[in-house]
């Protein structure tokens, strides 16, 4: 037996993540190396890596496809589009107001919502968050493996005629299972990449898939030579319809936010690795109101002019380029312009899961289990989650949890606005960062690590939109009309699911991902305010005195007003929390002092 423990105890020390001490890299149940206060060192990232980061989130299919939601349930090319400029703004703001946290402090999600919700539930968004990683990354490589059975057909015709050999029970053809099979293995290398060399990857990414579409439409005009009439599409709402243009506006500006509402809620994870907060500013920008929406203008304008080609209107490229190839029956000129196309659009689609997903979800299961994973093995985790997840099922069959689950990310707006009010209101954008991976003598351990105020707050969020999730689970033809209302109005009190307003979208799968819209962020943020004003969390506003992690410039340290670690005459702090001292050893009180 005893034998047998000390096998064990090696094993655990030999998984265990060891850190570098002398760069303040403790391991233990609260931090590692990747959870820690970035240092000067780490922080890679500028202007072009924040371009390249929300790049991926518009250089998709799903955001090619975005005109097409607004123009089916009958607004107009310039209503859709004034919808995709005011949310693509709205996107820029609220990324920018939740990811100042990490600029500042150079902290990710995970540590942010410590001193939000408590140290323990913390864990309350970190696994709402888990769970959609591991969901929509299967998803997403499922995505992918379309448009890798699209550029395999381009190499070898035939492939698009390759026989079933799967039986009736299973919810895929041996078509599509290659696809995602070669997709998930050549995205599997880039899961080595640490965030701070994304650089080339987002170059490469941004050139390729952003020339590749600008190719496509001048292609598709001249072809046509001209716009096809999808282009002069005018408002046809039907005559019957209970909604009004101005209701439709609304409902699409709060998809356009939603869309991205996983990505803007975990800002800080990659926020934190800017050189300076205007890297972020520009790069979020730039990338979020020109490429953004270049993206789905150009994808409207393709699909009108192939209208006027293919006699037929084709929103989802993988389908566009199967008919532009004649399903592999095309000249080899033809299949050689498709394959660049398709594999632009799939090494978008696999770094944009990579960083998105995968690596996001790496981040937060390092925060469940610090002493053994860090980014790369979280990341790896949640990549090979998607052979259990097994999104062949979810996509062509389950299309009731798919719906479900879309809607599940009204839960995170909620997290938004707790986080808001928190950190500007409250906190007054003070942190003490050191009070952040300890439970002893710390400020953010509340009742039994828990803040309370922040459960009901968070509730009252999500609670108005249950009856939205009811209502699309259901498909009722007929939803109370104030229910959906109570939806087109969501940006300032909650949220809706798309699908709820328009059912009969062609694609079940259509921005599935992405298809909710901010929930609750201001009905919880003001809670959350009241809720702490009544009682009320003492010293809510301090910070360390001093930089214990080394974790700010002389600059920045000058500008909060703290003292570098290297002037202070303190080593650093250990596993225990103990501050070591060049002399003494000491301990850090309540407010960051010496005793």
């Known amino acids: 037996m005893s034998n047998l423990r000390k096998r064990l105890v090696a094993v655990d020390q030999y998984v265990r993540l060891k850190g570098n001490k002398d760069q303040h890299e403790q391991t233990d149940a609260w931090s590692n190396r990747d959870l820690i206060p970035l240092p000067p060192s780490r922080r890679t990232w500028g202007w072009f890596h924040f371009f390249g980061f929300w790049a991926i989130s518009s250089l998709n299919i799903a955001n090619w496809q975005t005109p097409s939601t607004y123009l089916t349930q009958g607004l107009s090319v310039r209503q859709s589009m004034l919808i995709i400029v005011v949310g693509r703004i709205l996107i820029a703001m609220f990324s920018t107001l939740i990811a100042w946290a990490g600029l500042k402090w150079h902290i990710g999600f995970t540590v942010q919502n410590r001193y939000t919700w408590g140290m323990r539930a913390s864990y309350i968004p970190l696994l709402q968050r888990i769970l959609l990683n591991f969901i ?177 209107v084709y929103w989802n490229p993988p389908d566009l380029l199967m008919v532009m190839m004649d399903y592999g029956n095309g000249s080899s000129k033809a299949r050689a312009g498709v394959f660049f196309l398709a594999a632009g659009f799939a090494f978008t689609a696999m770094f944009e899961n990579i960083c998105g997903n995968a690596v996001a979800g790496g981040i ?85 690590g828990m803040n309370w105020r922040a459960i009901p707050a968070w509730c009252a969020g999500w609670a108005p939109t249950i009856g939205g999730l009811v209502v699309t689970v259901r498909m009722d033809p007929s939803p109370p009309r104030a229910l959906v209302q109570l939806y087109f109005m969501a940006f300032l009190i909650g949220e809706y699911p798309s699908s709820a307003l328009h059912y009969h979208l062609s694609s079940r799968c259509h921005r599935a991902c992405h298809d909710n819209i901010g929930l609750g962020f201001f009905i919880s943020g003001i809670l959350f305010y009241v809720l702490n004003i009544v009682f009320p969390v003492p010293d809510m506003d301090q910070y360390d005195e001093i930089d214990y992690y080394g974790t700010f410039t002389v600059q920045e340290a000058e500008r909060i007003g703290v003292v570098p670690l290297e002037q202070s005459g303190i080593v650093g702090i250990d596993d225990e929390g103990i501050i070591r001292a060049e002399t003494e050893e000491v301990v850090v009180s309540s407010y960051g002092k010496k005793v």
Request: hydrophobic letters at 50%.
């Open 136 to 312: 929509w990354n299967a998803v997403q490589c499922w995505n992918g493996g379309r448009l890798i059975a699209v550029c395999i057909t381009c190499i070898w015709p035939s492939f698009a005629r390759i026989p079933n050999t799967f039986g009736p029970n299973m919810p895929t053809t041996t078509y599509e299972f290659v696809g995602f099979t070669v997709f998930w293995f050549l995205s599997t290398p880039f899961l080595w990449l640490r965030p701070e060399k994304f650089k080339i990857p987002f170059l490469i990414m941004s050139l390729w898939c952003g020339l590749g579409m600008l190719s496509w439409m001048i292609w598709a005009l001249a072809v046509a030579k001209g716009v096809g009439p999808l282009w002069d599409s005018g408002q046809q709402i039907p005559g019957g319809s209970p909604w009004g243009a101005s209701w439709l506006i609304m409902a699409g500006i709060n998809q356009q936010v939603g869309g991205l509402a996983a990505g803007i809620t975990n800002g800080s994870d990659f926020s934190r690795y800017a050189r300076a907060p205007k890297h972020y500013l520009i790069g979020t920008v730039l990338s979020c109101m020109v490429t953004g929406v270049m993206v789905c203008f150009i994808g409207l304008v393709t699909a009108s002019a192939a209208q006027k080609i293919y006699g037929e």
């Open 364 to 448: 937060d299961l390092a925060g469940l289990f610090p002493r053994y994973i860090d980014i790369r093995r979280g990341a790896i985790i949640t990549f090979l989650a998607a052979w259990i997840v097994q999104p062949w099922q979810l996509i062509n069959r389950a299309t009731t949890f798919i719906q479900v689950l879309s809607s599940f990310a009204v839960f995170l707006a909620p997290v938004m606005g707790l986080m808001a009010c928190d950190y500007y209101i409250l906190r007054k954008r003070k942190i003490r960062l050191s009070h952040l991976y300890r439970t002893h003598d710390t400020n953010y351990w509340f009742w039994k």
